[in-house]
Nanobody, 121 residues
Framework: QVQLVESGGGLVQPGGSLRLSCAAA????????MSWYRQAPGKERELVAAITSAGGSTNYADSVKGRFTISRDNAKNTVYLQMNSLKPEDTAVYYCNALRTYLDLRKFDYWGQGTQVTVSS
């Protein structure tokens, strides 16, 4: 019922750009913060970017600041990650995450299946 489907990954040269999309269904998208994580082979999954439910605030890993932009369109139930000036170290599987946190710290989250981004010449 709940679905997060990433798309837009692929092979790109260093310095190139990609835009990832994550289409959500089965929950009230506009009440969830959204984020992008990535995981490279042999490395831990790391937070790349996050955006609040209404899109009013964003947060980025230091490694991608100035290069990546997270955005969302609540009317389309979609979150995006615009990736510019890509580097080989950006190569990873990128996952979108939906998170809702209550005042009593109860948390509910969902994960997509991931999309591969490969940056190589």
């Amino acid at each position: 019922q709940v679905q997060l489907v990433e798309s837009g990954g692929g092979l790109v040269q260093p310095g190139g750009s990609l835009r990832l999309s994550c289409a959500a269904a089965g929950f009230t998208f506009s009440t969830y913060a959204m984020s992008w994580y990535r995981q490279a082979p042999g490395k831990e999954r790391e937070l790349v970017a996050a955006i609040t439910s209404a899109g009013g605030s964003t947060n980025y890993a230091d490694s991608v600041k100035g290069r990546f932009t997270i955005s969302r369109d609540n009317a389309k139930n979609t979150v995006y990650l615009q990736m510019n000036s890509l580097k080989p170290e950006d190569t990873a599987v990128y996952y979108c995450n939906a998170l809702r946190t209550y005042l009593d710290l109860r948390k509910f989250d969902y994960w997509g299946q991931g999309t591969q981004v490969t940056v190589s010449s």
